[in-house]
């Protein structure tokens, strides 16, 4: 139970930065005594408290996303919806064509710790070129499947849903806090989504998660309540500040895996 709470807790705090919740559950997985790897399905389940968090913490935009979609009124907000739905599609077929590789595959700590590197730098890169000039109203199809794209990289544990979406965002030129909050609304559909397939198969077969469901439950609990005063804090200080913090954190924790993992202080699988 310890473990699992320590794991919701891990979970809230990586879930909204740019640094790969699913990468740091996997590696603190790593260094506990009992669990190993949390696996997939334990990441996916708590993610619903974390976007819970996003459920409440947006939910005057979400709200007239929905009146003014189902309305077709013709209003930013209602095509916003109809860009959300497109940018959901791509997670949707990849991530059940590739379950085995998610499951297993994509596990490998050696994957994990590139991954934080290389998409850390393609994050700061992307920060320092991009242009500040657009907001959500001017968001457009080709942009919407364009993140959409950049969200199922996501699939891979290290890349970081909010990291690929926010750099994808920067690239096209869209304000930092335009592509954080597009970020935030559209993981909602494919994260509730994947947690909810997960929490069933948990439900019905005790050997989905090396965590029994009351375990799980606590660290879904606690990752909604350090989700929730994470999400405000980052719009904060995303609005006056740069990712550069998060490059230079997912740079060196990834650097530092690579060396454990070279000396044999910890296993890749």
């Known amino acids: 139970m310890i473990e699992a709470l320590f794991l919701g807790i891990v979970?809230?705090?990586?879930?909204?930065?740019?640094?790969?919740?699913?990468?740091?559950?996997?590696?603190?997985?790593?260094?506990?005594?009992?669990?190993n790897d949390p696996g997939a399905a334990f990441t996916a389940i708590t993610q619903i408290g974390t976007e819970l968090a996003v459920l409440i913490y947006f939910r005057k935009d979400i709200l007239q996303i929905l009146r003014s979609w189902f309305k077709r009124d013709g209003s930013p907000e209602a095509r916003l919806g109809t860009l959300i739905i497109i940018g959901t599609l791509p997670i949707i077929v990849l991530g059940y064509l590739g379950q085995d590789y998610i499951t297993n595959n994509f596990r490998s700590l050696w994957l994990i710790a590139s991954t934080l590197i290389i998409f850390g730098l393609i994050l700061?890169?992307?920060?320092?070129?991009?242009?500040?000039?657009k907001d959500l109203a001017t968001l457009n199809?080709?942009?919407?499947?364009?993140?959409?794209?950049?969200?199922s990289m996501a699939l891979i544990p290290g890349v970081s849903r909010?990291?690929?979406?926010?750099?994808?965002?920067?690239?096209?030129?869209y304000k930092r806090e335009a592509a954080?909050?597009?970020?935030?609304l559209l993981a909602l559909p494919a994260?509730?989504?994947?947690?909810?397939?997960?929490?069933?198969?948990?439900?019905?077969?005790?050997?989905?998660s090396v965590y029994t469901m009351p375990q799980i439950l606590v660290a879904t609990v606690t990752?909604?309540?350090i989700g929730y005063a994470v999400i405000a804090w980052?719009?904060?200080?995303?609005?006056?500040?740069?990712?550069?913090?998060?490059?230079?954190?997912?740079?060196?924790?990834?650097?530092?895996?690579?060396?454990?993992?070279?000396?044999?202080?910890?296993?890749?699988?």
């Open 11 to 35: 979970q809230g705090l990586t879930e909204f930065l740019p640094i790969s919740s699913s990468a740091h559950i996997r590696i603190v997985g790593a260094f506990m005594p009992h669990a």
């Open 124 to 133: 700061g890169f992307a920060d320092r070129i991009g242009k500040k000039e």
């Open 141 to 151: 199809a080709r942009d919407g499947v364009l993140y959409g794209l950049a969200q």
């Open 162 to 173: 909010s990291g690929a979406t926010i750099a994808l965002g920067r690239f096209l030129g």
């Open 180 to 184: 954080l909050r597009y970020s935030f």
């Open 191 to 208: 994260v509730f989504g994947s947690g909810l397939y997960e929490l069933k198969k948990a439900m019905g077969d005790s050997t989905v």
């Open 223 to 225: 990752a909604f309540i």
């Open 234 to 269: 980052l719009m904060k200080y995303i609005s006056t500040k740069s990712f550069t913090p998060f490059v230079i954190y997912r740079v060196a924790v990834g650097s530092a895996l690579l060396v454990a993992l070279a000396t044999g202080w910890i296993s890749a699988q």
